[in-house]
């Protein structure tokens, strides 16, 4: 069988670096067991997206789809880095 990725799984990963390499938020606590919170909660929040491996560079793409199901993604990763902000688990 061919291997079968979460393409959300990526895309949020590439969130999570984003906001752990810029940490723009002196409030906010950038641990590893914060950061996987925020990496957990936001995916089980979205429907995840299977695609067969290897990616094709068209799936990366630009369309009017994909930009909202990024805005969409944005959204609910900027949900549970606040949940994570406001009730740390340690
Ligand atoms: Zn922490």
Do not use: G
Not at 37 to 54: C, E, F, G, H, Q
Not at 55 to 79: D, H, Y
């Amino acid at each position: 069988m061919i291997e079968v990725t979460n393409i959300n799984e990526l895309l949020v990963a590439d969130l999570i670096d984003e906001l752990t390499s810029a940490k723009k938020d002196k409030k906010m606590c950038y641990c590893d067991v914060c950061v996987t919170d925020i990496m957990t909660i936001t995916l089980n929040n979205l429907k995840p997206r299977y695609v067969a491996s290897p990616l094709t560079e068209t799936f990366f793409k630009p369309s009017a789809t994909k930009k909202e199901q990024a805005n969409l993604i944005r959204a609910v990763f900027e949900n549970a880095v606040q949940k994570v902000k406001k009730s740390p688990r340690h």
